[in-house]
């Protein structure tokens, strides 16, 4: 069972990024699917997450309206589209899944990806 993560990279301000997390071992259709970031110094905090169907998406409000967070079951796959990045969007971005509903909370997933790192700089 794995997850893996890609998409990563330097990007300037403004600019966009799409990142993957592909599943590996399991289908992602039965699990719920989040995406968390963490910054240099800070703790992990909740970025985006998707229910099993697609039927409703979660984000946190710093994001909202920039990212958008979408799977493609037939893939394996799930997706977080960036759009018009910021410096404070820099970090460390990891998915995950869970059983059950979506969810804020990163303890409740079951499985994690190891993650891609996004740097927003001029």
């Known amino acids: 069972v794995q997850l893996q993560a890609s998409g990563g990279g330097l990007v300037q301000p403004g600019g966009l990024l799409r990142l993957s997390c592909a599943a590996y071992g399991f289908t992602l259709d039965h699990y719920a699917m989040g995406w968390f970031r963490q910054a240099p110094g800070k703790e992990r905090e909740f970025v985006a997450s998707i229910s099993k169907s697609s039927g409703s998406t979660d984000y946190t409000n710093s994001v909202t309206g920039r990212f958008t967070i979408y799977r493609d079951n037939a893939k394996n796959t799930v997706y977080l589209q960036m759009n018009s990045l910021e410096t404070e969007d820099t970090a460390v971005y990891s998915c995950?899944?869970?059983?059950?509903?979506?969810?804020?909370?990163?303890?409740?997933?079951?499985?994690w990806g190891q993650g891609t790192e996004v740097t927003v700089s001029s």
């Open positions: 995950a899944a869970k059983r059950g509903s979506r969810s804020r909370f990163g303890s409740s997933y079951d499985y």
